[in-house]
């Protein structure tokens, strides 16, 4: 045992929380089997945990020590709610003789516990926006606070799709494994999807006066690196490049005030050299697999992006062929218009405008902001200002984001 002073002792266990926390949960989900019980159990640990270390030091290893206090103090609840619920006994005597050495299998299964968690949370049983909530609230240990004020609804709201959601998994039956390999490439799209959920609004938030919200894409990419940690697949690796790539431009994706600056008129000195090298390593290893999927091929265009010096000294003709790739595996109305974007700097904008008339023709993106603002740029590339105009202004009707709101406006000021 370590002797610790009570600030030391008190910022050890921050320490503690903030890095184990999330792997003491898993486990004692694991062992306990429910979500509820889990948390009041690592919450009634980390309490002992204040009392009894500050009279007998920090022991050895505290995970394992947190992970057997919060087993126990959950064991005890039981017993004592037992006179109202004899069930609970029952289940108490369970648990006990399911893990009669709890340390003998504590670190033995702690990636295995941390791995299953995620592939509970989103499991594709759950509704989308129940993974996302659950996720964020359970692996990431977000409050359910930060995780309303993210996704646009209220804190009792949020803390019911929560509720709701663990009691899916519970009436379901839903395992807590990972799951087979048979099972694991359609598993393994759920997880990267709300992963990618949680980057997007931190990388691109829906509504608020923040073109970025640092701390939901840092979450997703340190999520990530978890996952790749321990499932080291090629679409992991394809995934965690594209937003690595992605957030190297955070610095220059806006003005001191707080305006948005779009891609080509970024100061690409101060893109993060760091994070590009990392994410085009990525990236090239995703695609040595051959079994690389969309998450790759989105990233391999951002690394295109990445290491040009400037918007026309971009391989636009390498950018538009990988498009052509992402439709076939993944076809999708938003890559169309991405691609859309790269065929006008490639061949101008009458090219990528005609593919965009055809996108709204067709019915797909009529309510989404960026497909107007992409056509009102093209349109006033041509010099055909009041289409341009009617398009920005539609773009603007539909956006809830302030820097782009102020972006659109300016746009329209312009044009008279």
């Given at each position: 045992?370590?002797d610790?002073?009570?600030?030391?002792?008190?910022?050890?266990?921050?320490r503690?929380?903030?890095?184990?926390?999330?792997?003491?949960?898993?486990?004692?989900?694991?062992?306990?089997?429910?979500?509820?019980?889990?948390?009041?159990?690592?919450?009634?640990a980390?309490?002992?945990?204040?009392?009894?270390?500050?009279a007998?030091?920090?022991?050895?290893?505290?995970?394992?020590?947190?992970?057997?206090?919060?087993?126990?103090?959950?064991?005890?609840?039981?017993?004592?709610?037992?006179?109202?619920?004899?069930?609970?006994?029952?289940?108490?005597?369970?648990?006990?003789?399911?893990?009669?050495d709890?340390?003998?299998?504590?670190?033995?299964?702690?990636?295995?516990d941390e791995?299953?968690?995620?592939?509970?949370?989103?499991?594709?049983?759950?509704?989308p926006?129940?993974?996302?909530?659950?996720?964020?609230?359970?692996?990431c240990?977000?409050?359910?606070?930060?995780?309303?004020?993210?996704?646009?609804?209220?804190?009792?709201?949020l803390?019911?799709r929560i509720?709701?959601?663990?009691a899916?998994?519970?009436?379901?039956?839903?395992?807590?494994?990972?799951?087979?390999?048979?099972?694991?490439?359609?598993r393994?799209?759920a997880?990267l999807?709300?992963?990618?959920?949680?980057?997007?609004?931190?990388?691109?938030p829906?509504?608020?006066?923040s073109?970025?919200?640092?701390?939901?894409?840092g979450?997703?990419?340190?999520?990530?690196?978890?996952?790749?940690?321990?499932?080291p697949?090629?679409?992991?690796?394809?995934?965690?490049?594209?937003?690595?790539?992605?957030?190297?431009?955070?610095?220059?994706?806006?003005?001191?005030?707080?305006d948005?600056?779009?891609?080509?008129?970024?100061?690409?000195?101060?893109?993060?050299?760091?994070?590009?090298?990392?994410?085009?390593?990525?990236?090239?290893?995703?695609?040595?697999?051959?079994r690389?999927?969309?998450?790759?091929l989105?990233?391999?265009?951002?690394?295109?992006?990445?290491?040009?010096?400037?918007?026309?000294?971009?391989?636009?003709?390498?950018?538009?062929?990988l498009?052509?790739?992402?439709?076939?595996?993944?076809?999708?109305?938003?890559?169309?218009?991405?691609?859309a974007?790269?065929?006008?700097?490639?061949?101008?904008?009458?090219?990528g405008?005609?593919?965009?008339?055809?996108?709204?023709?067709?019915g797909?993106l009529?309510?989404?902001h960026?497909?107007?603002?992409?056509?009102?740029e093209?349109?006033?590339?041509?010099?055909?200002?009041?289409?341009a105009?009617?398009?920005?202004?539609?773009?603007?009707?539909?956006?809830?984001?302030?820097?782009?709101?102020?972006?659109?406006?300016?746009?329209?000021?312009?044009l008279?």
């Open positions: 045992m370590i610790n002073s009570a600030a030391d002792l008190r910022a050890a266990l921050d503690i929380y903030s890095t184990e926390s999330r792997r003491i949960l898993a486990t004692l989900i694991r062992l306990l089997g429910d979500f509820d019980t889990a948390e009041d159990a690592l919450h009634d980390f309490a002992a945990a204040a009392e009894q270390w500050s007998e030091g920090i022991p050895v290893n505290p995970r394992a020590w947190l992970v057997s206090a919060g087993r126990y103090k959950a064991i005890d609840s039981m017993r004592r709610h037992a006179r109202f619920d004899s069930s609970l006994d029952q289940v108490a005597d369970r648990l006990e003789a399911d893990t009669a709890p340390h003998a299998e504590m670190d033995k299964g702690i990636e295995d791995l299953r968690l995620i592939f509970t949370c989103c499991h594709p049983a759950l509704a926006e129940a993974r996302v909530a659950l996720t964020l609230r359970e692996v240990d977000l409050t359910t606070e930060e995780i309303a004020r993210s996704f646009l609804t209220t804190p009792p709201t803390a019911q509720v709701r959601a663990k899916k998994i519970r009436d379901a039956h839903i395992p807590y494994q990972v799951p087979s390999e048979a099972e694991l490439p359609r393994l799209e997880v999807q709300v992963v990618y959920l949680v980057f997007n609004e931190g990388y691109s829906t509504s608020g006066e073109v970025t919200r640092a701390d939901l894409s979450e997703a990419i340190r999520l990530g690196r978890l996952i790749l940690q321990l499932l697949e090629p679409e992991v690796k394809g995934l965690l490049a594209l937003m690595i790539l992605q957030e190297s431009r955070r610095a220059a994706r806006t003005t001191p005030a707080g948005l600056i779009l891609l080509e008129e970024q100061d690409r000195h101060l893109w993060n050299k760091e994070q590009i090298r990392e994410g085009v390593m990525l990236v090239e290893q995703a695609l040595s697999s051959k690389f999927g969309p998450y790759t989105q990233a391999a265009i951002a690394a295109i992006h990445a290491e040009a010096t400037g918007a026309d000294e971009t391989d636009w003709a390498e950018i538009v062929g498009y052509d790739v992402l439709l076939r595996i993944h076809p999708s109305p938003v890559v169309e218009l991405n691609r974007v790269a065929v006008a700097m490639r061949n101008g904008p009458q090219a405008l005609e593919i965009i008339d055809a996108i709204l023709k067709r797909d009529n309510d989404y960026l497909v107007y603002s992409a056509k009102g093209l349109c006033r590339r041509l010099g055909r200002m009041d289409e105009k009617a398009a920005y202004e539609r773009a603007l009707s539909l956006t809830r984001l302030q820097p782009e709101k102020r972006f659109l406006e300016e746009k329209i000021r312009r008279g």
